[in-house]
């Protein structure tokens, strides 16, 4: 049995501003934008080159409006989910990523189990770590 991940789903509050990061500040490129109207957008980008994609989605979307006020919380309060990306060069990427002005948690740093990584909260609240392959 073969199986790999193919896509991950992050939640977001803005789709246009969490498209202009993704596709801007990380380089990431825009696989599909679905705007079905009504603050329905799904945004899927993918690093290029990778074998995953991420589709960035309604934090409302497919669930109650009361369920979507939960979800809307959580992501403010910025622990509702994130992602672990990987790098060739930490520090250079960390510096672009703080010069958009991107919540910056942590900075580049060597860990005692061995990665250099560093952390950061994406427009939405979700926390994204990169760390040097």
């Known amino acids: 049995m073969t199986i790999k991940l193919r896509n991950s789903f992050l939640y977001v509050d803005d789709p246009a501003a969490a498209l202009e ?3 801007d500040v990380l380089g990431f490129e825009v696989l599909m934008d679905v705007d079905q109207g009504g603050g329905m957008r ?5 690093h290029p080159g990778a ?3 991420i589709v960035l989605t309604p934090v409302t979307a497919g669930v109650s409006e009361e ?4 979800l809307a919380d959580l992501l403010a309060k910025g622990v509702l989910a994130g992602v672990v990306l990987q790098t060739d060069d930490l520090d250079a990427d960390f510096e672009r990523i703080a010069a958009s002005g991107a919540d910056i948690i942590q900075e580049p740093m060597d860990q005692p189990w061995g990665a250099r990584d560093a952390a950061f909260r994406d427009p939405a609240g979700n926390q ?3 760390s040097q392959a």
């Open 42 to 46: 799904w945004i899927t980008v993918a």
């Open 21 to 23: 990061f993704y596709r």
């Open 51 to 53: 074998d995953a994609s």
């Open 67 to 70: 369920d979507g006020a939960t």
């Open 128 to 130: 994204l770590r990169i």
